[in-house]
């Protein structure tokens, strides 16, 4: 993916390694799906459906059960999850030269106005306005969302027994987009880099090296849900360049 490469290029150099890529993907009970016989969403009007079905059928068992849940606090995440609607719809919130803000298009707005009528209150309860991650994410790990949006790492944390009520019962699919258009997801990379002021450029160098060897990458994907291992981008391995 292109995009997750030039963050690392300025001015025609490289002046960062890959670690990891964060993707926002979607969550849901694997179980309950099956149980309902419905198939696992690709547009979000499919997944509110399939929410407020399930909902109200277990209302006599979860009373606390909610459709969905994301990150909605007034913080980073509430950018990621509202660009990924937003996007979805066909909008943008800056024009395609980043000088003019469209936050005002047709397209962004019936995405923002899905969002406040839909979800805050509807699908998800009104609290996922104070929710970032880890809120959001113990609310499904507790058994109490039927879907939930978060990056990678939670899949790791929904199967694991010691700290999830849902483990062995979660499925994981690309976030659902609107009508005929595919969903989209926020990217969030994680890089090494070494500081052009740096004393000891050559340990910390070392240290790039081993955090992007294949037995840490290894056990980074294995054990940590991390995605995209860098080993990916060997080529850019090559084209480091320290810019001291």
């Given at each position: 993916?292109?995009?997750?490469?030039?963050?690392?290029?300025?001015?025609?150099?490289?002046?960062?390694?890959?670690?990891?890529?964060?993707?926002?993907?979607?969550?849901?009970?694997?179980?309950?799906?099956?149980?309902?016989?419905?198939?696992?969403?690709?547009?979000?009007?499919?997944?509110?459906?399939?929410?407020?079905?399930?909902?109200s059928?277990?209302?006599?068992t979860?009373?606390?059960?909610?459709?969905?849940?994301?990150?909605?606090?007034?913080?980073?995440?509430?950018?990621?999850?509202?660009?990924?609607?937003?996007?979805?719809?066909?909008?943008?919130?800056?024009?395609?030269?980043?000088?003019?803000?469209?936050?005002?298009?047709?397209?962004?707005?019936?995405?923002?106005?899905?969002?406040?009528?839909?979800?805050?209150?509807?699908?998800a309860?009104?609290?996922?306005?104070?929710?970032?991650?880890?809120?959001?994410?113990?609310?499904?790990?507790?058994?109490?969302?039927?879907?939930?949006?978060?990056?990678?790492?939670?899949?790791?944390?929904?199967?694991?027994?010691?700290?999830?009520?849902?483990?062995?019962?979660?499925?994981?699919?690309?976030?659902?987009?609107?009508?005929?258009?595919?969903?989209?997801?926020?990217?969030?990379?994680?890089?090494?880099?070494?500081?052009?002021?740096?004393?000891?450029?050559?340990?910390?160098?070392?240290?790039?090296?081993?955090?992007?060897?294949?037995?840490?990458?290894?056990?980074?994907?294995?054990?940590?849900?991390?995605?995209?291992?860098?080993?990916?981008?060997?080529?850019?391995?090559?084209?480091?360049?320290?810019?001291?």
């Amino acid at each position: 993916m292109k995009s997750t490469t030039e963050v690392m290029r300025y001015q025609g150099h490289v002046h960062a390694v890959p670690a990891f890529i964060d993707a926002g993907m979607l969550y849901y009970r694997k179980d309950l799906l099956e149980k309902y016989h419905l198939p696992v969403p690709r547009t979000w009007s499919e997944l509110a459906a399939a929410a407020r079905r399930i909902v109200s059928a277990e209302r006599g068992t979860q009373p606390g059960l909610a459709g969905y849940s994301g990150q909605f606090k007034q913080y980073e995440g509430l950018v990621c999850n509202l660009l990924e609607f937003v996007a979805a719809h066909g909008g943008r919130f800056v024009d395609e030269q980043a000088a003019h803000a469209t936050l005002s298009e047709p397209a962004t707005l019936a995405a923002i106005r899905w969002v406040r009528d839909e979800v805050i209150g509807g699908l998800a309860p009104r609290s996922v306005l104070t929710y970032q991650e880890p809120e959001s994410l113990a609310l499904f790990v507790q058994g109490l969302a039927v879907f939930h949006r978060n990056w990678p790492y939670a899949w790791d944390v929904s199967n694991d027994e010691r700290a999830s009520r849902v483990a062995g019962k979660v499925g994981i699919a690309p976030l659902p987009g609107f009508d005929d258009e595919a969903g989209r997801s926020a990217l969030g990379g994680w890089l090494y880099g070494v500081s052009a002021y740096s004393g000891r450029a050559d340990s910390a160098w070392a240290f790039v090296e081993f955090m992007t060897s294949e037995e840490t990458q290894r056990h980074f994907a294995l054990h940590a849900s991390l995605a995209l291992p860098p080993r990916i981008y060997l080529g850019l391995m090559d084209a480091w360049a320290f810019t001291g």
